[in-house]
C-alpha cells in the first residue's frame, strides 16, 4: 500500500501521523532525552527537495523546503501554491551518544510529550527516520521498555465493497516514560528502536534551481 500523500508540513516534526501505512502510528517521549542541543544545525542550512520513499519502492516528491540562517522559520513550497510557513512545532537538534536526533514538540502544548527522529546528513542529502512504532509497542507490552501503548481500530463503511472484508485502519499510541537519561540510554542501547526506512529524504537544490 502507498503511504496517503501528505504536505510539507509533516516534515516539521512532525505531525503526530508521520508514518502513515495502514494506519497512524505515534510514539512520544515523555521528557527530553540528556544530551547536547542546539537550536539549529548549519548542515541543514540551504534549499531541499523533499521526498517521501513509498511501501513499494517508488518515491513521492513532495516539495521545496528551505530552511534559513537558524533553521527558523522553514518554508515550504509545493506546486506553485504561495509558500508555507512550517511553524506548529518548535524544533530542537540534539546530539545524544553518536545520534543526531530532531525533536519536536507541539507548539500549541495540547498533547504531552516530544517527538524524535533520528537524521543523517552529507553534503547533498539529509536522511531522517522515525521511531519504529511497532517494535515500541511489542516492548512496552513485554515489559521491556518503559511507558505505555494504546491501540484503536477504525471501520471505514463506505470504503468496504460487497463480498469483501470491511476496510478497517489500526492506530497504535505510544509513550516511553523516563526521565532524560533514561530515554538517552534506551534510545542509545536499542540502535533497532529506530525504523531501518527513512520517512523523509531531502536533496539538495542547486542555488540556480531554487524557489524564489
Request: glycine fraction near 8%.
Amino acid at each position: 500500500m502507498n503511504l496517503p500523500p501528505r504536505p510539507l508540513k509533516m516534515l516539521y516534526l512532525l505531525l503526530p501521523c508521520m508514518l502513515l501505512l495502514a494506519a497512524c502510528q505515534t510514539t512520544r517521549l515523555e521528557s527530553r532525552p540528556t544530551g547536547t542541543y542546539t537550536d539549529c544545525d548549519p548542515a541543514l542550512v540551504g534549499s531541499w527537495q523533499a521526498t517521501q520513499l513509498q511501501t513499494d519502492g517508488n518515491i513521492d516528491a513532495l516539495g521545496t523546503l528551505d530552511i534559513p540562517t537558524g533553521c527558523q522559520p522553514i518554508t515550504a513550497h509545493k506546486g506553485g501554491k504561495p509558500p508555507e510557513t512550517l511553524d506548529e512545532f518548535t524544533l530542537s537538534f540534539a546530539r545524544v551518544g553518536q545520534l543526531h536526533l530532531l525533536v519536536g514538540n507541539e507548539r500549541s502544548g495540547k498533547t504531552p510529550g516530544m517527538l524524535v527522529f533520528r537524521y543523517e546528513t552529507s553534503p547533498q542529502h539529509i536522511t531522517i527516520y522515525p521511531i519504529d512504532h511497532a517494535l515500541v509497542a511489542r516492548g512496552i507490552v513485554a515489559g521491556t521498555l518503559p511507558g505505555h501503548t494504546e491501540a484503536s481500530s477504525r471501520i471505514h463503511p463506505g470504503q468496504t465493497h460487497p463480498g469483501q472484508a470491511q476496510a478497517r485502519t489500526t492506530s497504535i499510541d505510544n509513550l516511553i516514560a523516563g526521565d532524560g537519561d533514561v530515554i538517552a540510554t534506551l534510545l542509545q542501547g536499542k540502535p533497532t528502536i529506530f525504523s531501518a526506512q527513512p520517512v523523509l529524504m531531502l536533496q539538495r537544490v542547486p542555488a540556480k534551481s531554487q524557489a524564489p
